[in-house]
């Protein structure tokens, strides 16, 4: 088995035992992305000699004994809207091409401690606004699987570096799907905690109250060993959780006897791929053999969660992105006349097409006289969406269901009419509106070879019964690979 199609669990154990070492494996994923990237354009920004730098002081520690986790040595790829000390952090925006922080993010920090080696920061829809990795300043990513096809978004670069061997592990972040999304395009395993669970002190935030820090990896035991090192309780953060069940790696086990699984009629209606739908099925069937018991039912206010959801994120985003003027740092505009004028310049010639959208829908929903016809309405639906997974939840230890309503689209598709790319996140979305825990995995490939998503959702704090019945089902699937594809 080569370096590369190593989990980030068999590699730490690897270079532990002395079979490898970290600048080994800094060296292969360098190289991988030399060959792959000008045909993928997974990261913004690739560290070369930093990693190789971090990866000789991680080896010394591994050696003296120092660093014994289980992710020591391994390189990792950051979402560009994760701070990185020292390192250029764009959010793929214009607007932020030139910003370098001077403190990293807690979700980063966590990883460093235990001993990972950060070769770069991933391509992502701008601001993390975006399904496909295509509202991004610096150019689209494309999916490994098919070039042709995005990976998804909005950490669609993430994904497809997971994907691509360009990195063993990569963290995103989830608004409305955007880890799970870009993990079913891509073949990976995403997970999106409990909101809380991982600190989102230094996320460039987009919707504060949606907005959650998780892992893109080849496998559900690198999952659970990556979440283990990023949650954590952090006073920076007011909306961090103590948590004291944060061993996940310890729910990897191979059952799923007597659990029981709801799969909501919901989902299965208009607008699902046949492919999509057969696949999923399948999955569920994979489970009730394993011993799982699984019902039917209705999940209500679906229909709801799409409109809650743009409806709460704009007005978020109008609101944290107000601090992006041309003044403090970032993008400022050549030629102004005036204060208002360089405001003005700056946010237009800065932000792209999408964020704009979003904006000003949100200042709009925000503004005296629609705020209590949109805003607080919202405010409410959620309420009650939340509400009705607290009822299913009283029934079932998880959801299933599908990640997308079809596979990754073409390039270029999604773009053209944004409403029908507003409606392909309407799987994901209300999993963040009532905070939840969910998981994407593969379970299968359409007739074109691109693959499928299956995604498990868990009741607050219920991480481990989905790590484990996800790894449940991973075992009885087998291995998931792109035999025969342009990756690895």
């Known amino acids: 088995m080569s370096l590369l199609e190593m989990t980030a669990v068999e590699l730490a ?66 979402k560009d809207n994760l701070c990185t000390e020292g390192l250029l952090t764009t959010c793929s925006s214009k607007i932020l091409s030139n910003f370098i922080p001077t403190y990293s993010a807690e979700a980063v920090l966590n990883l460093q401690k235990a001993g990972a080696v950060i070769l770069g920061k991933t391509n992502m829809d701008e601001f993390a606004m975006g399904s496909t990795t295509e509202t991004s300043a610096f150019g689209a990513t494309c999916n490994p699987w098919n070039p042709g096809h995005v990976p998804g ?41 409990t909101y809380g669970t991982v600190s989102r002190y230094g996320l460039i935030a987009y919707g ?101 959801y743009y409806t709460i994120a704009a007005a978020e985003a109008s609101s944290n992105l107000e601090r992006f003027d041309g003044i403090k740092y970032g993008y400022r505009t050549k030629e102004y006349s005036g204060l208002h004028n360089l405001y003005k310049k700056s946010r237009s010639e800065g932000f792209g097409e999408e964020v704009k959208r979003r904006i000003m829908l949100g200042s709009f929903v925000l503004s005296s006289g629609y705020y209590d016809a949109y805003y607080l309405k919202a405010l409410k639906v959620k309420a009650l969406i939340k509400k009705a997974f607290d009822e299913a939840f ?72 989905l790590l484990q019945a996800a790894y449940t089902y991973e075992k009885a699937r087998g291995t998931f690979s792109m035999a025969g594809k342009e990756a690895i």
Request: aromatic share 4%; net charge negative.
């Open 13 to 78: 154990a690897a270079i532990k035992e002395g079979k490898t070492t970290a600048v080994e494996a800094a060296k292969e994923a360098l190289a991988q992305i030399e060959a792959k990237e000008d045909l993928y354009h997974c990261y913004v920004t690739i560290d070369k000699e930093g990693a190789l730098a971090q990866a000789e002081a991680v080896q010394a520690k591994i050696e003296a004994g120092e660093l014994t986790g289980t992710l020591a040595g391994v390189p990792v790829a950051i």
């Open 153 to 193: 978004g909005s950490s669609g670069g993430s994904a497809a570096a997971v994907a691509a061997g360009e990195c063993f592990y990569a963290l995103g972040s989830d608004t409305g799907g955007s880890i799970r999304q870009p993990a079913s395009f891509c073949g990976v395993v995403g997970m999106k905690p």
């Open 394 to 465: 009283a029934n079932y230890d998880l959801i299933l269901g599908p990640v997308a309503p079809t596979t990754a689209p073409k390039l270029g598709a999604s773009l053209a009419d944004p409403i029908k790319m507003y409606l392909g996140d309407i799987y994901t979305i209300a999993v963040n509106l009532a905070g939840l825990p969910g998981i994407s995995l593969p379970c299968g490939k359409d007739k074109n070879g691109l693959p499928i998503g299956l995604q498990m959702i868990g009741d607050c704090f219920q991480e481990k019964k």
């Open 208 to 308: 504060s109250s949606l907005d959650q820090i998780g892992p893109l990896a080849k496998d559900v035991t690198d999952c659970a060993a990556i979440l283990e090192a990023i949650a954590s309780h952090d006073e920076k953060d007011s909306t961090s959780i103590k948590r004291q069940d944060t061993d996940f790696t310890a729910a990897l086990v191979d059952d799923v006897k007597g659990m029981k699984i709801g799969v909501p009629n919901d989902y299965f209606g208009e607008g699902l791929d046949p492919e999509v739908k057969d696949a999923v099925l399948q999955a569920v069937k994979v489970l009730e053999e394993k011993g799982a018991v699984v019902e039917r039912f209705d999940l209500s206010l679906v229909d709801y969660a799409i409109p809650t």
